[in-house]
């Protein structure tokens, strides 16, 4: 079954500059989130899309921006990177459907490994 | 501020024992809460509870919600060096697609 897809999986910064995060959601999936998990941390939301609206803000800084097109895949824009940026960034997907919590089940993707030097 | 606290945070156990993973919780306007499994990459979604006392299983996996005393336990009967990883708990709560609130996991070990 096609899971979600992001790219890069590895990428690598300097401090100042910039980076773009993408996200392919499970196909018919119209939710998206944004999670960063740091070494030894547990994953913590920054952001959320569903059906191209942002649904729900996290502890996303105020450097990153994200969006979501139509075609439901996502961007996790990160400008002035800093060093406590470097992470793991997931992305995952949900379905909505007619109950509230079946945006609930989210799906993870493989990450994106950010390091920032 | 929503909180998910897990417990232990951290077990080493031999191949074939039982394990209980805990997770208890202290959020506004719950909605589910979720079990995952994180090895070295993305977690792997187990099990989603909504409803207490209905007990949620899958193979050698099990789980369970108690709404009233606000926790979950995660069951592994007959562990394997496979089921080595880190369990996440995470509670969703609020309205529509509100980000997951995980605790910091449970590592477990499965020793030979």
């Known amino acids: 079954a096609a899971g979600v897809i992001q790219s890069p999986r590895h990428l690598i910064k300097e401090k100042r500059e910039t980076a773009t995060l993408k996200c392919y959601p499970i196909?018919?999936?119209?939710?998206v989130y944004w999670y960063q998990q740091g070494p030894g941390q547990d994953p913590q939301f920054l952001i959320s899309?569903?059906?191209?609206?942002?649904?729900d803000k996290g502890s996303i800084p105020d450097r990153f921006s994200a969006q979501q097109f139509s075609d439901y895949h996502s961007e996790l824009n990160m400008s002035s990177l800093e060093l406590g940026d470097s992470a793991l960034y997931f992305c995952?997907?949900?379905?909505?459907?007619?109950?509230?919590?079946?945006?609930?089940?989210?799906?993870f993707g493989p990450g994106t490994r950010l390091t920032v030097l | 501020e929503d909180k998910v606290v897990q417990s232990p945070l951290s077990l080493v156990v031999h191949e074939g024992d039982t394990v209980t993973l805990n997770c208890s919780y202290e959020?506004?306007?719950?909605?589910?809460l979720l079990w995952y499994k994180q090895e070295k990459k993305a977690p792997t979604f187990l099990f989603m509870l909504?409803?207490?006392?209905i007990e949620k299983k899958s193979g050698r996996l099990s789980s369970i919600l108690d709404k009233k005393e606000l926790f979950s336990i995660l069951n592994i009967t007959a562990t394997q060096t496979g089921d080595s990883a880190i369990y996440l708990c995470?509670?969703?709560?609020?309205?529509?697609?509100?980000?997951?609130?995980f605790g910091k996991g449970t590592h477990l070990i499965i020793q030979p």
């Open positions: 959020v506004t306007n719950f909605r589910s």
């Open positions: 995470a509670v969703a709560s609020g309205g529509g697609a509100d980000g997951l609130t």
């Open positions: 196909p018919r999936h119209d939710t």
């Open positions: 995952a997907s949900a379905l909505a459907g007619l109950l509230v919590a079946s945006t609930d089940t989210q799906y």
């Open positions: 909504t409803s207490s006392g």
């Open positions: 899309f569903y059906e191209k609206m942002q649904s």
